[in-house]
């Protein structure tokens, strides 16, 4: 069993940025590709970004290349989303995700609460 619990979620007006938590316990966080997902109100849940155990691998949703950055510190067993020139359609609760088998938008093995970002125009 992983439990995730994120933080770093808030406030935050356009052009902004934001760096989300995930701490990770229970089974080795190596072991796990490590993701985040998102789901703005009236919307299905959608995928973020991801990356696999040791940090050098990453895949991003076209949508957020080049403003967000997924790394981890598997010493810390947490995964952060940095997040850059956020834009009102960026709100919406964000939840992390740990996958043994898979890395990208099928990850689904363990999820965490969700962190809620609320950015202003």
């Known amino acids: 069993q992983v439990q995730l619990v994120e933080s770093g979620g808030g406030l935050v007006q356009a052009g902004g940025s934001l760096r989300l938590s995930c701490a990770a316990s229970?089974?080795?966080?190596?072991?796990?590709?490590m993701g985040w997902f998102r789901q703005a109100p009236g919307k299905e849940r959608e995928f973020v970004a991801s990356?696999?155990?040791?940090?050098?691998?990453?895949y991003y949703a076209d949508s957020v290349k080049g403003r967000f950055t997924i790394s981890r510190d598997n010493a810390k067993n947490t995964v952060y989303l940095q997040i850059n020139s956020l834009k009102p359609e960026d709100t919406a609760v964000y939840y992390c995700?740990?996958?043994?088998?898979?890395?990208?938008?099928?990850?689904?093995?363990?999820w965490g609460q969700g962190t809620q970002v609320t950015v202003s125009s």
């Open positions: 229970g089974r080795t966080f190596i072991r796990y590709a």
């Open positions: 995700t740990a996958d043994a088998k898979t890395m990208g938008p099928t990850m689904n093995d363990y």
């Open positions: 990356v696999n155990w040791s940090g050098q691998t990453t």
